[in-house]
Structures are given as structure tokens and as C-alpha cells.
């Protein structure tokens, strides 16, 4: 009998704690779906800024690889090669002369899919100084396209820098520097302290 009694106060007592405890309250669950939805947020601006930066670098690298492609382009064929950005990205043009009127003219450098046109999304900036322009300047014969670095068949370039950043940010991300020898370098800025590649 003691038995007995014991079972059915354990029943009484386990009842009493279901009716009490039966589901989560209002307040337990809005809580638990704010912190979700924190969580979330958080999660979704890190994936935007990791694929900002992603896109940033594979920017600056296939430039740092398709501008010496060009420069090499250039010498071979030999051609008068011309880089003008836009606010849309890059274009890489070959300076021709019309048979007919001998006027000057560039024309979009095409037959290869590593000199097409290089889209840069609004929230990368690109800015170029040139530190000293190639000696021929072919850009008064078109009025048209005005190519912001030349290549030119003797190998020599418009000596450049182009740092390239994200919207917003107060430093570049990249530097991609251009001599009049030809030579192109890759920076990648590091935060806060000075600059390693």
C-alpha cells in the first residue's frame, strides 16, 4: 500500500508540473524570435560584405593579369593598346587608321575573351593618376574614346597608379601600379598598419 500511495503522488505531482509548464509563453516566444532575427542579420551583413571583398579582389587580380596580357598584345602584333574606364568598368580598345580617310580611330580589342570588357559594380571605386603620360598621345584623333592608359608597341606605357576601394571605405583595398617600362605590381593594402602584397 505504501507503494501505492507513492506512485500516486508522483502521478499528482508530475499532472500539477504538466498544467503549470504546458507551452512557452507570448514573451518567451517573441524573445527567442528577436534574438533569430538579430542572428539573422548579422549573418546576412557579413555574407554582403564578404562578397564585396571577395569581388573587389578578384577585380584587382585580373587586372593586375589581363593589363601586362595587353602590353604584350601591343609589342606582338604591334598595336597602339588603349584602357578606358567608364562608369560601368574597363575597356581595352586597339588604335586603327581608316584606309580610306587616314583619320584615327579606336575600336573595341576583341577575338580573345581576356581582353572583354571588365564590369565594375557601383560600390567598387576606381581611381587612376597617371604619372607621366606615354610620349605619343593618340587620344585627339577620336573624340569618341579617350583611353586612360596606352600601351604602346615599343613596350613603353602610361605610367599609372589605380587604387581601387569599396564605397564608403576611406583607404583603397588594392593598388595596381604601372611604370613607363612596362612593369605592373599589385598592392593589397593591409588595415591599419602600412601595405604588403
Do not use: C
Not at 589605380?162 to 593598388?175: A, D, F, Q, W
Request: avoid cysteine; hydrophobic fraction near 45%; charged fraction near 20%.
Amino acid at each position: 500500500m505504501v507503494m501505492i500511495t507513492n506512485r500516486l503522488a508522483y502521478s499528482k505531482s508530475k499532472l500539477a508540473m504538466a498544467k503549470g509548464h504546458g507551452g512557452f509563453t507570448l514573451i518567451e516566444i517573441l524573445v527567442v524570435l528577436v534574438i533569430m532575427s538579430i542572428l539573422a542579420t548579422v549573418a546576412v551583413l557579413a555574407i554582403g560584405d564578404t562578397a564585396r571583398t571577395s569581388k573587389i579582389e578578384s577585380i584587382a587580380e585580373r587586372l593586375s593579369l589581363v593589363i601586362p596580357a595587353a602590353e604584350q598584345q601591343a609589342i606582338l602584333q604591334p598595336a597602339q593598346i588603349g584602357l578606358a574606364f567608364n562608369d560601368q568598368g574597363l575597356g581595352f580598345y586597339q588604335y586603327k587608321i581608316n584606309a580610306d580617310t587616314q583619320e584615327g580611330y579606336w575600336q573595341v580589342l576583341g577575338g580573345d575573351n581576356v581582353f572583354k570588357f571588365i564590369d565594375i559594380p557601383k560600390y567598387v571605386i576606381v581611381k587612376i593618376a597617371l604619372q607621366q603620360y606615354a610620349d605619343v598621345d593618340l587620344t585627339a584623333y577620336d573624340a569618341k574614346i579617350k583611353p586612360d592608359i596606352l600601351l604602346l608597341s615599343s613596350g613603353d606605357i602610361s605610367a599609372f597608379t589605380m587604387t581601387l576601394s569599396l564605397k564608403g571605405e576611406e583607404h583603397p583595398r588594392y593598388i595596381i601600379t604601372g611604370q613607363q617600362n612596362g612593369k605592373i605590381e599589385l598592392t593589397r593594402v593591409m588595415k591599419g598598419a602600412g601595405s604588403g602584397s
